[in-house]
């Protein structure tokens, strides 16, 4: 049987999620062995980017006319389509002030000389093409990964964590940071699948996972203002990693603080 041809691709980003795959370390020889690797620039040139692929894992946040039609085309050749990493699937830092005009901010970095960049608003890929499969994460979980790769050879999409971090962070019996140490932790509208790693250090849950399905914000809300949090501090403590997210948008959550 042929093996599943496979290409990998980075929009915008810091191609974390692109390392956590070459640092896949004991299973990278059986990863690439049992995929034909049509283009993964970061680890191979040569790449073949006409040809049509079985799966195809897109990293990054559209931030580019060229990035938006590159991601087109990657669809239109691709049977299955993997988001990998928090800035694909919810547009990550990069769309952490998707509001304001992008070229306001090019204008400041970078002067007139800034004139040269097309840019659009950071938008996750889901605002351009259908995703099958989205493995959030800043950089995503290995283990989902590799769990997501064997589920598809086997033409299976994977059973996710639809919980929040705190039911992970709960069951570990890590003490609560937000309760005993009244730091401003959002693990319970994150979405689950590390482990509550930033808990189990004693940090708080930045959410880098993105919002959990039936997220009560207004709850978290009520929560960060009784423990004396701004309103601006808590605006942008939630929509650091996940602005986009329809619960995280500037109307719902002004509506959540006054519910
Ligand atoms: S520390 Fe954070 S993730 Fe853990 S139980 Fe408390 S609020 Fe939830
Ligand atoms: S605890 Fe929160 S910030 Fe830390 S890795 Fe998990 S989802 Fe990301």
Redesign the pocket.
């Known amino acids: 049987m042929d093996k599943p041809k496979v290409g990998i691709y980075g929009l915008t980003g810091c191609a974390g999620d692109q390392l956590v795959i070459l640092n896949c370390e004991d299973e990278l020889l059986d990863l690439v062995g049992s995929l034909d690797i049509k283009s993964f620039s970061m680890a191979a040139s040569g790449a073949d980017d006409q040809c049509q692929l079985d799966i195809a894992f897109v990293e990054g946040t559209v931030v580019q006319p060229d990035e938006e039609k590159l991601l087109k085309d990657i669809r239109q050749r691709a049977k299955l389509l993997v988001a990998i990493g928090t800035c694909a699937v919810w547009g990550g830092v990069t769309a952490m002030k998707n509001e304001v005009d992008p070229k306001k901010f090019i204008e400041q970095v970078y002067g007139p000389a800034g004139k040269v960049f097309e840019v659009i608003p950071p938008q996750p890929l889901s605002s351009f093409v259908k995703v099958d499969l989205s493995l959030p994460g800043?950089p995503i979980e290995k283990e989902q990964l590799l769990r997501g790769v064997a589920s598809l050879l086997h033409g299976d999409l994977p059973k996710l964590p639809n919980y929040a971090?705190c039911t992970e962070c709960k069951m570990a019996e890590y003490p609560c940071i937000l309760v005993e140490k009244g730091l401003p932790c959002?693990?319970p509208i994150?979405v689950a699948g590390?482990g509550?790693?930033?808990?189990s250090y004693g940090l708080t849950?930045?959410?880098?996972?993105g919002p959990v399905d039936d997220i009560n914000v207004a709850s978290e809300i009520n929560i960060l203002k009784e423990k004396g949090f701004t309103w601006v501090d808590i605006q942008n403590r939630l929509r650091t990693f996940a602005a986009p997210a329809p619960p995280l948008n500037l109307q719902t959550l002004e509506e959540a603080k006054n519910a």
């Open positions: 800043c971090v959002l693990g994150t590390c509550a790693r930033c808990p849950c930045n959410g880098c996972r």
